[in-house]
C-alpha cells in the first residue's frame, strides 16, 4: 500500500511544479525549448551523452567486480543506455537503474548482489555530486535559498511524501527489531560492501576519476544547454546554478525528468539578474538534450526484444519413465495390491 501511495505522489509533486511554472511564466518558455534546438547542439549532447554513458558503465564494471560479479564494459554500456531511456521517460527517473540492477543480478545468478552492486554505483557518482554542491553551497549560501523555494513549491503533496517515507521506515525499524539478527546480518553485508566496493586501493582511483568525468559532463551538457537558449553569462557564474540544479535533480519527484529541475532554474536565473523565463528554457533545453542522449537505449530494446522472439521456446522432450516395479516380478497378488480399494 506505501509504495503505491508513493509511486502515484512522487510525480504528482513535479507535474505540481510544473503547473505552477506553466501558470506563473506561460508556455511561451516551453516552446523556446524546441524551437532553440538545432542539429550541431544535438550531436554535441548525444556526443557529451556518450562519454558520460561510457564512463558510468565502467564505474559500474569496477564496482561490480570488487563484489566478485563480472560485467563485460560492452554490456555495461547497453545496460546502461537501456536504462537511461527508461528513466528519462518513466515517473520517478529510477526504474531504469532497478531494470538493470535485477537484469544483472539475474545473469549472475544472485539479485541480491546485482542490486547492491547498482546502489553502490549510484551512490559513487551521489557522493561526487553532493560533495562538489556542498562547497557551492557553502560560497553561494543564496542558492540554497533558492532549493528550500523549489522544495516547498508543493506543501502539501511534499508532505504527504515525506508522511509516506517515515512510516515506511517506521514499519522497517518495526520488522527488523522483531529479527535483531537480521539488521545485524544487513549491516555487515552493506558495510563489507562499501569497504570492497568503493573503498578498496584497486577501485577507488577509477571510480573518483569516472566520477568526476560523468559530473563534468553534466555540467558540460548545461552549459550547452545555456547557450542554445541564448544565454551567454561567462561560466563561471553559470557553473554554481549548474551544480545547484544538478542536487535538485536528485529529488525523486519528476516526470521523465522534468519537474524541480525547471522550478529551481527559473528562480535561480530570476535571482541572478537574468530572467525566470531564460532559466526555464534552459532547464527545458537540458531535458530534452538528456533524452536524446539517451535515444539509443531504444535501439538496445528493439534489439533484445527482436532477439527474444527470433528464440525459438523450448521444445519438451519425452523422458522414458521406469516402472515401479521391474516386469519380471509382477505378480497376480502384486496387482491386487496396487488396485484401489473397493468403495
Request: glycine share 10%; aromatic share 6%.
Amino acid at each position: 500500500m506505501m509504495q503505491k501511495f508513493l509511486s502515484w505522489a512522487k510525480p504528482v509533486a513535479g507535474a505540481a511544479i510544473l503547473a505552477l511554472l506553466f501558470w506563473r511564466l506561460g508556455s511561451v518558455a516551453f516552446l523556446d525549448g524546441l524551437r532553440v534546438l538545432t542539429w550541431p547542439t544535438l550531436l554535441a549532447a548525444a556526443g557529451i551523452g556518450l562519454l558520460t554513458t561510457v564512463f558510468s558503465a565502467w564505474r559500474w564494471c569496477l564496482t561490480a567486480r570488487a563484489l566478485g560479479i563480472r560485467l563485460p564494459l560492452r554490456g555495461a554500456i547497453a545496460d546502461y543506455y537501456q536504462a537511461l531511456f527508461l528513466n528519462a521517460t518513466l515517473p520517478g527517473g529510477l526504474l531504469g537503474d532497478v531494470d538493470r540492477a535485477v537484469r544483472n543480478g539475474r545473469d549472475t545468478g544472485d539479485v541480491g548482489r546485482g542490486v547492491r552492486v547498482v546502489v553502490l554505483e549510484r551512490t559513487a557518482g551521489q557522493i561526487m555530486l553532493f560533495a562538489v554542491g556542498a562547497v557551492v553551497l557553502v560560497a553561494h549560501p543564496g542558492l540554497a535559498l533558492a532549493v528550500a523555494d523549489v522544495v516547498s513549491v508543493s506543501p502539501a503533496v511534499l508532505a504527504a511524501v515525506a508522511t509516506g517515507i517515515v512510516l515506511a521506515c517506521a514499519f522497517a525499524v518495526i520488522k527488523l527489531r522483531r529479527n535483531p539478527g537480521r539488521l545485524r546480518r544487513a549491516w555487515r553485508t552493506a558495510t563489507g560492501d562499501i569497504r570492497r566496493g568503493l573503498l578498496a586501493r584497486r577501485t577507488l582511483p577509477g571510480i573518483l576519476l569516472a566520477s568526476a568525468i560523468v559530473l563534468g559532463g553534466h555540467l558540460a551538457t548545461f552549459l550547452l544547454a545555456a547557450r542554445a537558449a541564448g544565454s551567454y553569462a561567462p561560466a563561471r557564474t553559470l557553473l554554481p546554478l549548474l551544480v545547484t540544479a544538478l542536487l535538485v535533480m536528485v529529488l525523486p519527484v519528476s516526470i521523465g525528468g522534468f519537474g524541480p529541475r525547471e522550478g529551481f532554474l527559473a528562480w535561480a536565473f530570476a535571482t541572478a539578474g537574468f530572467s525566470a523565463t531564460q532559466g526555464l528554457t534552459v532547464a527545458v533545453v537540458y531535458g530534452l538534450f538528456a533524452l536524446v542522449a539517451s535515444l539509443p537505449g531504444v535501439a538496445v530494446l528493439a534489439l533484445r526484444l527482436l532477439a527474444r522472439r527470433r528464440t525459438p521456446a523450448p521444445v519438451p522432450i519425452a523422458v522414458p519413465v521406469e516402472p515401479l516395479i521391474p516386469a519380471d516380478v509382477v505378480t497376480t497378488r502384486t496387482i491386487k495390491t496396487l488396485e484401489p480399494a473397493a468403495a
